[in-house]
């Protein structure tokens, strides 16, 4: 055995977007083991569910992630909204299954960008962050915003999307599809891309299992299991299966999400070729009672929202279990075993997002 | 395994104009619908009911009824255009631009002017 030394990762480094530190204990250059330390960005944003009216935390619920914004605000909203079992319009569930499903292939490209950036290869992480830069114009023109959408209320969605702007959506997106492609092809045929990520990290499908790894990470070691399976909005009309690789390792987390981004382009045309004429939002009755839990999927995960009320305009208690939180304990384990130059690639694969995880 | 991927991508790339924009010399229009910043259009219309600062989830919007005053905090303002949607007298408008950086706090006031006495019909 050899002389065990401890490298501290993070919470500033080059890889991280966001804080979180590990300690790496290393043996020569494997790591043997990973000590996590959160708690850097705590924002108690939980506790002001306490204070603020439940209609517009959804406003708070959607700045707890300036990636998966939308999706926090449309978890929150679905939860509120089984409270008071709200029937919301179905052209207001189509829409946020479009800007969901936009916010998805905007984080799945931030992240291919980051990754590419993190194993040095800056001209394809350049190229991915200009396709997305598309599609922030586009979520810009559909929702008023670029990353915090600002539409999902509790009872619907605040803005209706004319056909004319959908159409030209649409085309929009049919051009960037052919422009991610490119990028695609880099990331899943390319052999320096592919050397840094094959065998690289294994997730073995028991242990993704059995650690409660939810989201792509899970997806990348061959277990189907999707949120958007519990067919809430309007996923149950929509055509589609769960994408799973089965090697486990950096690079089948990275196909996942490669062939994420596809599914959603395909969703968004489905959603809107099925999109209904009609209101978009109902109006709130009374305050919710009673808890409940709503689950999502997020581009990073599973996300578990609890609300209980006690039939105040404020929330007795807000909870949220994001995706990043549940992927922490796997990541610990595939770290174990590694060469210290693949953590910060490692590291990457489960898409930390700590503001997410600390709220 | 096949080397250079990403040369086809490079050279079309070079070929193209640049993706970037020299900002801020170059601005880009902002899209129709775009929430940039939330502006008060005509304050002479206003009859300060008070609707939009209680609707504002982050009571950046302060009126005075007696001073017949508007007051806005930017710094405050998460531009989600809940205000704008509630005006009876359609005052608030949603500007596409988004504001400029600040160097200091600061508080914007509107103030309506008193309307011209009605003339004397004799």
């Known amino acids: ?55 517009e935390m959804a406003y708070i619920a959607e700045r707890i992630c300036g990636i998966c914004s939308f999706i926090h605000s449309m978890g929150y909203c679905q939860a509120i909204e089984a409270l008071l079992k709200l029937e919301i319009p179905k052209r207001a569930e189509y829409l946020r299954v479009i800007w969901s499903e936009m916010s998805r292939i905007h984080s799945h490209l931030l992240w291919l960008g980051l990754t590419a950036d993190a194993f040095g290869f800056e001209s394809l992480f350049m190229h991915s962050w200009r396709v997305r830069e598309k599609l922030l114009d586009l979520i810009e023109e559909t929702s008023g915003g670029r990353v915090i959408f600002g539409v999902c209320k509790v009872g619907g969605v605040r803005r209706d999307v004319d056909a004319e702007t959908l159409r030209r959506a649409l085309e929009a997106l049919a051009a960037l599809e052919a422009e991610y492609r490119e990028i695609a092809g880099v990331f899943s045929r390319d052999a320096s891309v592919k050397r840094r990520m094959t065998g690289i990290g294994v997730l073995p499908k028991e242990d993704a299992r059995a650690l409660g790894a ?94 209980k009320g006690n039939g105040t305009k404020n929330l007795q208690r807000f909870r949220v279990r994001t995706p990043t939180f549940a992927n922490l304990p796997p990541l610990l384990k595939i770290l174990q075993g590694c060469e210290l130059s693949d953590v910060p690639v490692i590291v990457l694969t489960i898409d930390p997002c700590i503001s997410c995880a600390e709220r | 395994m096949p080397h250079l991927v990403i040369a086809k991508l490079l050279t079309k790339s070079a ?29 002479e219309t206003c009859v300060f009911c008070g609707v939009c600062g209680k609707k504002c989830p982050t009571r950046a919007i302060a009126v005075k009824r007696t001073d017949k005053t508007w007051e806005l905090d930017r710094l405050k303002c998460i531009v989600c255009g ?22 200091a706090k600061k508080i914007e006031t509107h103030v309506q002017k008193p309307k011209p006495a009605a003339s004397d019909p004799t």
């Open chain 1, 1 to 55: 055995m050899g002389q065990r030394t401890i490298i501290p990762f993070g919470p500033q480094h080059p890889v991280l977007p966001e804080p979180i530190h590990l300690d790496l204990v290393m043996e020569d250059e494997k790591v043997v083991e990973a000590i996590p330390s959160i708690g850097f960005i705590h924002r108690g944003l939980e506790k002001m569910a306490e204070k603020k009216d439940f209609q």
């Open chain 1, 214 to 307: 939810v989201g792509p990470t899970l997806r990348g070691s061959g277990v189907a299991w999707d949120a958007r399976r519990l067919q809430y909005a309007v996923y149950g009309e929509l055509d589609w299966a769960p994408i799973t690789e089965e090697a486990g390792d950096c690079q089948a987390r990275c196909l996942v999400r490669i062939r994420e981004i596809f599914q959603s382009f395909d969703l968004i045309r489905q959603a809107a070729g099925k999109i209904s004429d009609g209101p978009v939002a109902v109006k709130v009755p009374g305050n919710p009672r009673g808890e409940y839990f709503a689950r999502l999927e997020q581009p990073r995960g599973e996300v578990v929202y609890y609300v």
């Open chain 2, 15 to 43: 070929a193209r104009k640049p993706s970037t924009r020299l900002y801020p010399a170059e601005k880009r229009a902002p899209p129709k619908g775009a929430r940039g910043r939330l502006v008060m259009k005509q304050i």
């Open chain 2, 82 to 103: 809940e205000c704008v949607e509630i005006c009876p007298k359609d005052c608030l408008a949603m500007e596409g631009e988004h504001a400029t950086a600040f160097v």
